[in-house]
């Protein structure tokens, strides 16, 4: 399984290797690159062990949010530009890269002018190149002090292929850039992958973010256990169903754009908010300026924000202000 794996993501597939995440496709991989016996002649232990490298620890919803909210939701947006199809989709070729430009030059400014409209704050999680490109997105994110800037690779490169030495490096070159941008450093962390390496969670916790977002064992936000042990860190679960990219963008078999309907998209997503509401937990979508930013699905995510605004006790948040609050309310 391990030189299948690795011939894959290394590209000698590429239709597969695009239109599959690697990450899809290394479900099944294990921490051993060497051992290529297939998952079921695993013993029990060996399948538990592996299972329980990464879990969901603690539901940490607390008991209230701020302002007598009763739900909290917080908007990110991946600023992921040209990176996404050079380091993910390994697709540099013009057209694939105007997309990404797209999320910069029009979709950006149609994103900012919506949360300015509605007041809210918002989480942009930037890979390190998308600044160095499109540089002039940084002020406009900060012209409310309440946006956060968290962090999202160097150029969206696929940690899932990266060495130990590789993936930690890499991350030290992209802090570089981010904080020579932001001014600051960010406190939260979300993979390229949405996934982790045998190796991420250590290189999280050394360079000292305050929460994650790449898993999905929960709607709510819990305590990320790693080899059975409490890594401090807070997960803020994410959701492909709360994704606009696969919901937009990708059409299986091909790799055109999805031709959806944003009516789809509204029922989805409103329909799990009314269930964060319900259940008074969190509510995050994220979404990518070049996917969102497009004019019929920017009046779809109006129409949500204005739904969303008309009940009682929602609290829109950044991702930090979530994690804050749910770590000062764990403490207690
Ligand atoms: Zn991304």
Redesign the pocket.
């Given at each position: 399984m391990g030189k299948t794996r690795s011939l894959i993501c290394r590209g000698l597939i590429p239709l597969l290797a695009w239109v599959i995440p690697c990450h899809f496709i290394m479900a099944h991989g294990h921490g051993d690159p060497a051992d290529e016996r297939a998952i079921w002649e695993w013993s029990p232990e060996e399948i538990k062990k592996e299972v329980t490298r990464v879990r969901a620890g603690r539901d940490l919803t607390p008991e209230s949010w701020p302002d007598d909210g009763r739900v909290a939701v917080s908007l990110s947006f991946?600023v992921?530009t040209e990176p996404?199809w050079m380091g993910?989709q390994e697709q540099s070729s013009p057209s694939y890269m105007s997309r990404g430009e797209y999320g910069a030059r029009a979709g950006m400014p149609r994103v900012m002018a919506l949360l300015k409209k509605h007041d809210i704050p918002a989480t942009f999680?930037i890979?390190a190149m998308s600044m160095e490109l499109h540089p002039q997105i940084i002020p406009m994110i900060k012209k409310n002090p309440r946006n956060e800037f968290g962090f999202?690779?160097y150029v969206?490169e696929n940690p899932m292929r990266l060495l130990p030495s590789q993936e930690r490096s890499v991350y030290l070159k992209a802090m570089k850039i981010f904080e020579k941008h932001v001014g600051k450093k960010p406190v939260g962390f979300?993979s390229?992958a949405?996934d982790l390496t045998e190796s991420t969670i250590e290189i999280v916790k050394e360079m000292g973010f305050l929460y994650e977002s790449s898993m999905m064992a929960d709607d709510r936000p819990y305590a990320l256990i790693s080899k059975g042990v409490d890594t401090g860190l807070i997960e803020l679960p994410v959701e492909w169903i709360l994704d606009d990219w696969p919901l937009f963008q990708i059409s299986w078999p091909s790799s055109h754009v999805a031709l959806r309907n944003a009516e789809d998209v509204y029922s989805i997503w409103k329909d799990e908010f009314d269930g964060a509401y319900d259940e008074g937990t969190i509510y995050i979508l994220t979404m990518?300026p070049q996917v969102i930013g497009h004019r019929y699905r920017i009046a779809m995510l109006d129409r949500l924000i204005t739904y969303m605004k008309s009940k009682p006790g929602v609290w829109f948040a950044t991702h930090e202000e979530i994690a804050r609050h749910v770590k000062a309310a764990s403490e207690k």
């Open positions: 991946d992921d996404v993910f999680f890979p999202h690779s969206h979300r390229a949405w990518h």
